[in-house]
């Protein structure tokens, strides 16, 4: 049994058009738009599911959908025999969230005053709590900033706190909607070892969307793209994404061809290729290309996600009005 | 009591986040004093020069009147609550529905705690500024008089929680158009225009003419500072009393079952876009 289902998801949202001139002003029009369209997967408990697509796509719909906010317009999602919407107050009780760009904390108090509030919304145990949060604070860094008012601190404190405060009633699902928004790599390093910790010690499903392919790499074990309101992939991130090996070689490039690498470009001295590392791995087949030929520069490069995404739009393009 | 815990807890942090605003309280007790001692200068000016005109009420209780209407100033509901509108503005509104708890009840006693702390400051100063600072510097026709008697000051605290209560709930209300409209300034800019004339904080409601006074006590808005300042004043005692504090109690109830209805179709038609 899963222990997340979503069939069929669908979410419209009607929004407010608006005709140039003054005259216009007075005629209302709404359009509909479909955020979501059809929209199916299931989850395993203990599952790190990392969800992908450009802005507009519908990913953080789909998460306030699954955490209850919003009510689908039509489909089905059940979480643990919960309807999120419907059974909006026993479901949130057993799930954190964190939206990225939102605060859940108070702006006025200090850290250790907000855990002490979300210990009183959750309905925590006292000694039960006092465990998880010294436990929260110790794994994320914490003991610092406890005492400063939220207002006070930067980005990535604000989001290792805004992390905890998600898991301070032990949920065994958690939604992070693009947890790594604008934080440096020290900080983006410390949410994704947490996130994996998380995952891996405690059993808890993680959900989590981004726009940062490095953070996919580093935790979901399964990926799905969304684009258009629709799935257009759901498999393991190492089917998804490819790498690409840039040669400059010292004279005109030769024509090359080796199984597992794709001629994407070829240009003067300059090759392209994009490989599949589980057909042929990246040193292999530099050794191969350097055998024969005078190369002068050599790199391997991850394609960046709008790559990625461009290249799934192109693939199912055909399906789409 | 544990049903009762997310609540109590968010009472008490925005009564005790509210109360660090000193500034803001000195400054509204700076104003309604200016403003307070306006109307009283204007109204002795009135009931001294007018004296063929049949006055429902005494001039003392106009004053007293006048002071704790600019006294309670901040447990009318002037407009939604902060707090709301910026979490719709923001979209931070998600995390008030990702909490396990009664989103009717939880922004209700958000906005309680949100004006009885900014009430608290300002009701302290303006007593001792009109209660007992007028007096000693010789001016006691001016200043704020003591309840009737012991009575209408017990039916007097009800009747302030009451106020409390209804005030609430009417800042529900506003909170719900701002949630459906995504804006306050439109609801922020008409709600006082009704509160402020029908409340009897611009003009005592007991100074309007005779044939008009059972409509304006039936109206919601009386129970909002006119109801229990009348019960303070003795002008409403006895089985009237007891009718107004029934009418605040009715009133309460009416928005809020209209606020609990308002609230579930808010929250089935909630769009929070953009990330």
Same mark, same amino acid.
Do not use: H
């Given at each position: 049994m899963s222990q997340i289902?979503?069939?069929?998801?669908?979410?419209?949202? @009607?929004?407010? %058009?608006?005709?140039?001139?003054?005259?216009?002003? #007075?005629? $209302?029009?709404? @359009?509909?738009? %479909?955020?979501?369209?059809?929209?199916?997967?299931? #989850?395993? $408990?203990?599952?790190?599911?990392?969800?992908?697509?450009?802005?507009?796509?519908?990913?953080?719909?789909?998460?306030?959908?699954?955490s209850g906010i919003l009510r689908p317009t039509a489909g089905r999602v059940v979480i643990e025999g919960r309807v999120p919407f419907d059974n909006r107050i026993a479901h949130v009780a057993r799930i954190g969230a964190v939206f990225g760009q939102r605060s859940q904390l108070w702006w006025d108090l200090p850290v250790i005053d907000g855990f002490d509030l979300l210990r009183d919304i959750y309905r925590v145990e006292p000694t039960v709590y006092r465990q998880t949060r010294d436990e929260l604070v110790a794994m994320l860094r914490l003991e610092r900033v406890l005492d400063q008012p939220v207002r006070q601190l930067s980005l990535g404190q604000r989001m290792r706190a805004e992390i905890a405060a998600a898991l301070l009633h032990a949920p065994p699902i958690l939604f992070l909607d693009e947890p790594t928004i604008g934080l440096d790599a020290p900080s983006k390093l410390a949410v994704r070892e947490f996130v994996k910790k998380l995952n891996r010690e405690r059993d808890v499903t993680v959900l989590l969307t981004t726009h940062d392919m490095h953070d996919i790499e580093a935790l979901a074990q399964r990926v799905i793209v969304i684009g258009h309101g629709r799935v257009l992939a759901d498999q393991s991130f190492d089917v998804l994404a490819d790498r690409r090996l840039l040669v400059d070689f010292t004279d005109d490039a030769p024509v090359i061809a080796i199984e597992g690498a794709q001629l994407l470009r070829h240009e003067g001295r300059s090759v392209e290729f994009s490989f599949d590392p589980r057909v042929i791995g990246a040193p292999a087949l530099i050794a191969r290309i350097a055998a024969d030929h005078a190369v002068e520069d050599i790199r391997v490069e991850q394609p960046a996600i709008e790559e990625v995404i461009a290249r799934f739009y192109h693939l199912h393009g055909a399906t789409e009005a | 009591m544990n049903i009762l815990r997310p609540y109590l807890a968010a009472f008490a942090a925005r009564f005790k986040t509210m109360l660090q605003y000193r500034a803001a309280a000195v400054a509204g007790f700076t104003t309604q004093c200016w403003w307070g001692g306006l109307k009283v200068m204007v109204y002795t000016a009135f009931y001294r020069h007018s004296v063929h005109a049949h006055a429902p009420m005494t001039l003392a209780q106009v004053i007293t009147y006048t002071w704790l209407g600019q006294a309670l100033l901040a447990l009318q509901p002037w407009g939604g609550d902060p707090e709301v509108a910026a979490a719709v503005r923001t979209g931070a509104v998600s995390y008030d529905r990702l909490r396990p708890v009664d989103t009717y009840t939880w922004w209700f006693i958000r906005a309680a705690a949100?004006?009885?702390?900014?009430?608290?400051?300002?009701?302290?100063?303006?007593?001792?500024?009109a209660a007992v600072l007028l007096p000693l510097a010789g001016l006691d026709a001016w200043s704020w008089r003591a309840p009737a008697d012991a009575t209408q000051a017990g039916l007097f605290v009800l009747s302030l929680a009451l106020m409390i209560l209804l005030g609430?709930?009417?800042?529900?209300?506003?909170?719900?158009?701002?949630?459906?409209?995504?804006?306050?300034?439109?609801?922020?800019?008409?709600?006082?225009?009704?509160?402020?004339?029908?409340?009897?904080?611009?003009?005592?409601?007991?100074?309007?003419?005779d044939w008009i006074q059972p409509a304006l006590i039936a109206q919601p808005f009386a129970g909002m500072l006119d109801i229990p300042t009348r019960i303070y004043l003795g002008t409403l005692s006895g089985g009237a009393a007891w009718a107004g504090l029934a009418l605040q109690v009715f009133w309460t109830l009416t928005f809020v079952m209209l606020g609990r209805k308002g609230i579930a179709g808010v929250m089935s038609r909630l769009e929070v876009q953009g990330g």
């Open positions: 289902v979503v069939e069929g998801l669908a979410k419209t949202y @009607r929004i407010a %058009e608006r005709q140039p001139g003054l005259l216009r002003l #007075l005629r $209302r029009r709404w @359009r509909e738009v %479909e955020a979501l369209k059809d929209v199916s997967f299931s #989850l395993q $408990r203990g599952e790190l599911l990392g969800f992908i697509g450009p802005n507009g796509a519908g990913k953080s719909t789909t998460i306030k959908i699954l | 949100w004006m009885s702390a900014r009430a608290l400051p300002r009701a302290a100063l303006m007593f001792a500024a609430a709930a009417f800042t529900m209300l506003i909170n719900l158009c701002i949630t459906a409209t995504l804006t306050d300034r439109g609801i922020n800019t008409l709600a006082p225009a009704f509160v402020i004339l029908l409340s009897g904080n611009l003009i005592p409601l007991g100074l309007f003419p």
